[in-house]
C-alpha cells in the first residue's frame, strides 16, 4: 500500500492486461481500490492496463461468481472489438 514502496518486481512486468479486486478486500488496509491503483501506477505502461472493482466482495468474490464471469466475458469482449476479430 506504501506509495513509497518497493516496486521493483512490478517496474519490471513487460505484459499489460487486467487486475481485478474486490471492492471490500480487507487485505489492502480497507482500500482495495486504492491499492490496485497504486499498484498499477508502478507498471511499465499503466496506460495498457484495466482494473476492475468488483463492488461488494472480498477476495474470494464470494456471491459474485457470476458478476466476475459477466465482467471478464465484458473484458474479451471489448479485447476482441478492439482486435477487430
Do not use: C
Request: aromatic residues 10%; hydrophobic residues 30%; without cysteine.
Amino acid at each position: 500500500m506504501e506509495k513509497n514502496g518497493d516496486f521493483s518486481q512490478i517496474n519490471n512486468i513487460e505484459h499489460s492486461g487486467a487486475m481485478l479486486i474486490g471492492t471490500y478486500d480487507r487485505f489492502t488496509y480497507g482500500d482495495p481500490s486504492g491499492f490496485l491503483e497504486n499498484i498499477n501506477n508502478h507498471t511499465k505502461h499503466p496506460e495498457k492496463n484495466k482494473l476492475i472493482f468488483v463492488p461488494n466482495t472480498g477476495h474470494t468474490y464470494q456471491g459474485k461468481q457470476q458478476k466476475v464471469a459477466d465482467m471478464l466475458l465484458d473484458l474479451l469482449n471489448e479485447w476482441r472489438n478492439e482486435q477487430n476479430l
